[in-house]
Nanobody
Framework: QVQLIQSGGGSVQSGGSLKLSCVVS????????MAWFRQRPGKEREGVAA???????NYADSVKGRFVISQDKAKRTHYLEMNNLKPEDKGMYYC???????????????????????WGQGTQVTVSS
């Protein structure tokens, strides 16, 4: 059974930091695009950051320079470190996995992830001003 188990999240003040974790089942860890998405209040789900099967990362413009996606292969765990958080970063954050595509800036990636991808349970991030 494919599983992505998330942890982390919570509430911080503007400018603060949080780190999200996503532990993945053994057999989907290799050769997959690992991505983070978020759904902010009143908005569509959107891609935030992704790490492709070759370890190449990409980010949404809104989080570049503030968020960092990383992985610990030995622990089968992917991370999203969020720094200098802003109130507009508030939302539900999800990790997801699928083989490709892996560009968070494209609707295609979101659509394929939604249709075929494996998803974590989501974790809430709240940023107060």
């Amino acid at each position: 059974q494919v599983q992505l188990i998330q942890s982390g999240g919570g509430s911080v003040q503007s400018g603060g930091s949080l780190k999200l974790s996503c532990v993945v089942s053994r057999y989907i860890h290799n050769g997959y695009c690992m991505a983070w998405f978020r759904q902010r209040p009143g908005k569509e789900r959107e891609g935030v950051a992704a790490n492709d099967k070759d370890g190449v990362t990409n980010y949404a413009d809104s989080v570049k320079g503030r968020f960092v996606i990383s992985q610990d292969k030995a622990k089968r765990t992917h991370y999203l470190e969020m720094n200098n958080l802003k109130p507009e970063d508030k939302g539900m954050y999800y990790c997801a996995a699928e083989k490709d595509p892996c560009s968070v800036g494209t609707v295609q990636t979101l659509n394929i992830m939604m249709a075929l991808g494996h998803w974590g349970q989501g974790t809430q991030v709240t940023v107060s001003s």
